[in-house]
């Protein structure tokens, strides 16, 4: 399926910092609860990640993330997850967050 430019810039995907994050033993499935600064135009938003293979919460803080910050908030148990931090799976199928390669201002957004 092709979509159109314009379907594209529909996503918002910018580049946030990790400023704090938990472990998240509610979740069904092993997950980590992120909180993640988009710049000043956007803030902070939560985020449930299913990332508990490769990452810990204390390697997390301070890393920058890619992420959708235009979808509805979900409840995802008792914490509402704002935004979706983007990652691929690795050859297991566990995720690997995806970053920029190089520090870059915060809230960029992505094109």
């Known amino acids: 399926m092709t979509i159109s430019f314009d379907d594209f810039l529909k996503v918002d995907i910018r580049v946030g910092r990790i400023v ?3 472990p998240f033993p509610e979740a069904r499935k092993p997950a980590i609860k992120l909180w993640v600064d988009y710049g000043d135009e ?8 299913q990332i508990t293979t490769h990452y ?3 390697d997390l803080v301070g890393r920058q993330v890619l992420g ?12 509402m997850s704002e935004a979706l931090v983007l990652g691929i799976p690795d050859a297991d199928g566990e995720v690997v967050l995806l970053r ?3 520090d870059v201002p915060i809230g ?3 094109f």
């Open 108 to 110: 960029g957004r992505m």
């Open 20 to 22: 704090k994050a938990e």
């Open 56 to 58: 810990s919460p204390d």
């Open 42 to 49: 956007i803030g902070v938003k939560k985020s449930s990640a």
């Open 68 to 79: 959708v910050v235009n979808f509805p908030p979900r409840q995802i148990g008792p914490f």
């Open 100 to 102: 920029p390669d190089q």
